[in-house]
């Protein structure tokens, strides 16, 4: 919320410092003590009367001005302004007794002409900076402190670069913008202060521009900077900036889409506003685009290597059918499955890529470098991961523009963070899936390419990939997506059995958790895959397990409860010796973790059902 300060003119700020130093003028005029000191008083009020008379003029006529500098200049010379009115009067003939209560000495007028002093510097530099002589078109960066900052040279710094920003030409626009960029860079503080002062409406300005490539990217970094902290990506989502980046990442060279996704992931990641208006924008179509560019190329000329003449001319005619037909369409993607990612391949671009604009960009991008390339796809990526995080609905989004095909595509081909970055997305997505059945039935049905794709590349990477980074959320995918799995997808357990004797305690822990929600009561099937983890000999595994660390030994723990309530008949449990490591897990595990306590008595309730034999033995036997 504005202050009052604020919601005045800035007309009306510069008019009561006038009017206060015409008090003064007056005053000195009637002084009938100290008359040389209050005409050096005088002297320096004329000085500052007739710099904020030329600042009026400036501002009145100004199209852009910057009102921050200029709003704590006027308030502070007022309050200048103020105390040499006080002094001044003092001075004027009154009775004997007045004079004796207000004595006035030497060293009261040296302190005003002080302050005066330090009005005159400041109204130097504020006229300096948005250079005034020259018809107000901006003076460029002004590294010189005014009194009013010598305590904080951040703050006028931060003036000058946010000046020029509004009021200079390009070179000097692009130069502030980079200056911003380095001190958001350091601190909080300085971040704080840029946003504080006004630095984002301009430096939003000069992205929106697009006036050039170098002022894109210099206020793009500025921007991204000033952006880990939920408050401040709040003030750039209230200047309209989502809107802003939306457009810059659709329709600019690939240097700026990549600054531009980048910032996507930053905002979204500290504030949820951000993400739901990213969403709101429609950002995921054009995230999907880039992320998807060339990604198909292989498929789509191993499929055309296929057909004949014929048949590819009979594709072309139906594509271009389509794109004339459609023009508009707001979803370029069809719901249903596509039959080969050829199709899918060549539909996209006729649909997405249709205007003269993208399509110049489509070209300058094919002739980009392969770094250039794969760092666009690292930042769309990212940015879709921190858009789907904890959102069901822009997951949902992601999956009707067909982005889990190009996701598995993209695991499969590549390594390194864009094969990170497409593990993390695909993992919130199914975690969102995990506790949205609608989302499950439509996104993840067995029967469904995308999810088909996904769930191979998922089990290569856990299968494939010594690596806990990219193993871990893989594993967390599977036992998300545990709930669509028939019984006799038993080969998507394997793997995960596997991981429990890993040698990382915390991937096999993870292990642990995802079969959990193969087995837990919630999952109708539990039984079934409760017999099919005893197959694949898990049980061994977990007993293991039950010597690791704290994290690994309670989360096999919880899965050896489930196996043993489910197949509590099993031989694999009673060879394994399952109902004593529950009963020693009963006196120490749960000791540390009560919540257990009623699902391991269960657990040893089943067992002995199906164990008094051994039960019978024990009791018998006398020492």
């Not at 704080?192 to 006004?198: A, D, L, R, T, Y």
């Not at 504030?271 to 709101?280: I, L």
């Not at 050829?342 to 997405?352: A, G």
């Not at 690994?552 to 010796?577: F, K, W």
Request: glycine share 4%; with cysteine; proline share 4%.
């Amino acid at each position: 919320m504005a202050t009052e300060l604020e919601e005045k003119l800035i007309e009306e700020e510069l008019g009561y410092p006038i009017r206060l130093s015409e008090q003064v003028r007056a005053a000195v005029d009637e002084a009938n003590w100290f008359k040389l000191e209050c005409s050096e008083v005088g002297k320096q009020v004329d000085r500052v009367s007739q710099m904020l008379r030329t600042m009026t003029r400036f501002a009145s006529t100004a199209q852009f001005l910057y009102d921050r500098p200029i709003r704590r200049v006027t308030a502070e010379v007022s309050k200048n302004l103020e105390r040499a009115l006080t002094l001044v009067r003092k001075c004027k003939r009154r009775s004997v007794l007045r004079r004796v209560v207000t004595i006035v000495s030497a060293a009261d007028f040296r302190k005003v002409q002080s302050f005066l002093e330090s009005s005159v510097g400041d109204m130097r530099w504020l006229l300096s900076i948005f250079d005034t002589e020259n018809g107000g078109s901006g003076g460029g960066i002004n590294l010189s402190l005014p009194p009013i900052a010598s305590n904080d040279p951040i703050l006028s710094w931060v003036w000058s670069f946010v000046a020029t920003l509004q009021m200079s030409q390009l070179p000097e626009k692009i130069e502030a913008a980079n200056e911003l960029a380095s001190f958001a860079r350091d601190n909080d503080r300085n971040k704080k202060i840029i946003v504080e002062e006004g630095g984002v409406p301009p430096l939003l300005k000069l992205l929106k521009d697009g006036a050039s490539l170098e002022a894109q990217i210099a206020a793009t970094t500025a921007i991204y900077n000033l952006a880990n902290d939920q408050e401040r990506v709040r003030a750039i989502v209230n200047e309209l900036g989502v809107q802003i980046i939306v457009q810059v990442l659709s329709d600019s060279p690939m240097v700026v889409q990549t600054q531009a996704a980048r910032l996507v992931a930053r905002m979204a990641e500290y504030d949820p506003v951000a993400q739901e208006d990213f969403a709101r924008e429609h950002v995921i179509r054009p995230l999907v685009t880039l992320l998807s560019f060339e990604t198909f190329v292989d498929d789509h000329k191993d499929q055309l290597s296929k057909q004949s003449f014929h048949s590819i001319v009979e594709i072309n005619k139906q594509m271009e059918k389509k794109t004339l037909t459609r023009p508009n369409s707001s979803r370029p993607y069809s719901n249903s499955n596509s039959n080969s990612n050829s199709n899918y391949y060549h539909y996209y671009y006729h649909n997405n890529e249709g205007s003269s604009r993208a399509g110049q960009h489509r070209r300058e991008r094919e002739n980009e470098k392969p770094e250039v390339k794969l760092s666009l796809k690292i930042s769309c990526a990212e940015a879709l991961w921190m858009l789907a995080k904890g959102s069901v609905l822009n997951s949902r989004r992601i999956t009707e523009t067909k982005g889990l095909l190009c996701l598995a595509k993209l695991v499969e081909k590549e390594e390194g963070e864009l094969q990170y970055n497409c593990l993390m997305t695909i993992m919130e997505i199914t975690a969102a899936a995990e506790y949205n059945a609608d989302l499950r039935r439509s996104s993840f049905r067995i029967n469904s390419p995308a999810a088909k794709a996904v769930v191979e590349q998922l089990l290569r990477v856990i299968r494939e990939l010594d690596n806990p980074v990219l193993q871990i959320p893989a594993i967390k995918s599977i036992g998300s997506l545990a709930r669509t799995f028939p019984a006799r997808e038993t080969w998507v357990i394997n793997p995960l059995v596997t991981q429990l004797s890993h040698r990382n305690p915390e991937l096999a822990a993870e292990a642990a958790i995802s079969l959990g929600k193969f087995a837990c009561p919630d999952n109708f099937l539990c039984v079934e895959h409760s017999k099919t983890i005893i197959e694949y000999n898990g049980v061994p595994q977990l007993m293991r397990m039950l010597r690791a660390n704290e994290r690994a030994q309670l989360h096999g723990l919880i899965l050896l409860c489930y196996l043993a309530i489910h197949a509590g008949n099993s031989e694999a449990l009673e060879q394994a010796r399952v109902l004593t490591a529950l009963e020693g897990a009963d006196r120490t595990v749960v000791a540390q973790h009560p919540e257990l306590r009623e699902l391991v008595s269960k657990a040893i309730d089943h067992l002995n059902l199906y164990q008094v034999g051994v039960q019978s033995q024990m009791h018998s036997f006398v020492p």
